[in-house]
């Protein structure tokens, strides 16, 4: 029988007592071993059970002391969390009859979780080329090839203290497949109750700066192993390749908003420019009031254009598609979300200069998360100043947004269009942009992102929350082979 050595992080007495028994239970488990930290040198290990010593869970270190242990055992089972962990019949050796079956060099399953005293099922989504993202939901229970990972170690020429475990991940993926096997094979505790909408952030939280450092560097090393790097080379834009009516137009797709569209349009109202500029909404099809109240708007002011598309299979990204086409856009197509509203009356005027001064397509400026009532929320501030004018396309790869508000230089945008979709539109169109023109950043504050409990991500269930990942993923995958085709040629 394929034997595994299985690794876990030191935990409560109980807690662990209660995993490394599970482990026990299983016949193929031919040793355990505990990742003790400086914070809990001091446990009380169970019987038969191994320690050794390591500065942080998910580091380099960590990775290199799995892998010197791992020798005489065909694979390696990694729990990521401290909490009990209860696993289902057979499911070990399910995990490894997988792995044995595809020549993964990496086996992760579907789960149940235990949340609130409730337990759910808990699928997960198919790892692919473009899963680039660090906070990829592998679930807690890991199989490694044992040579897979070997082979990996011998490949990390950095360390990290935070990056380890996400670096060991990229690296064994240049080689062998990740693979989902589609079976509840566990039950992990879920301890963070937050809805989606108060996860989603988390990425750009300013306290994670450090770790999100780390990743960047990780993933930078992967691209430049598979072929994806882009070296920081642009095309330069020509502003004046087009005559368009008006400098500028704001545009907002819109959909049953009667409770934020007034504000939203107003806040455009107020921008002072010294260009002429105006303001297209795409309502598709509103039915709370919206489009009455867009009428009024409109006899007010003669720079909003209210459309209503013929079509009614249009999302948010079909509705972008309709404005920019349309024959009163301008030269540069500015975002306003139907909730959201600018900061004050430059923004406008900010956006508009960025594109002359830095030369480039695309524009993305720093928001604030704010209530209904406009009161700050955390994370508060969101700037990316992680992006740099270098590396900023490369590590777009990874991170799952590119910030707002966003802006387009109206030619390139039109040549590219908008996905029809309602979800990662605008991450695809900027990654597409950034794989020849520079895009631009403006760090001070030009955007009021209000969240409530109608925004179309503020409470989604997990079928709809892996429908987007796999979106995103997908996207990065058709991106990734793009610029590694650019690089070929």
Known sequence: MNKLACFLPAAPEADLNRTVKELKATDAVAAIYIMVTPDNQNLQLPEGVHSFEIPAINSTVMVKEIAQRTN???????????????????????????????????????????????????PVIDYQDGSLRDDFNFGSLLLFSSIALGQAVERMNEEFRFAGLYDLRLKVSQHYKLFRLPEYLYTEMETDNRRSGEKIFDYVDPKNRDVQIEMEKACTQHLKSINAYLEPQFKKVEFEESQFPVEASVIIPVRNRAKTIEDAVRSVFSQKTNFNFNLIIVDNHSNDGTTEILRNLSGEDKRLIHLIPQRTDLGIGGCWNMAIMHDACGKFAVQLDSDDLYADENVLQTIVDAFYEQNCAMVVGTYRMVNFKLEEIPPGLIDHKEWTPDNGRNNALRINGLGAPRAFYTPVLRKIKVPNVSYGEDYAVGLAISRDYQIGRIYKPLYLCRRWEDNSDASLDIVKMNQHNLYKDRVRTMELWARMAKNKR
Request: proline share 2%; glycine share 6%; net charge positive.
């Open 72 to 122: 005489n055992v065909d694979y390696v089972l990694l729990y990521t969390k401290s909490l009990p962990l209860k696993i289902g019949a057979y499911s070990l050796e399910r995990m490894i009859q997988a792995a044995q079956q595809t020549n993964a060099g990496m086996v992760y399953s579907d789960y149940y979780a235990l949340k609130e005293g409730k337990i759910t099922q808990h």
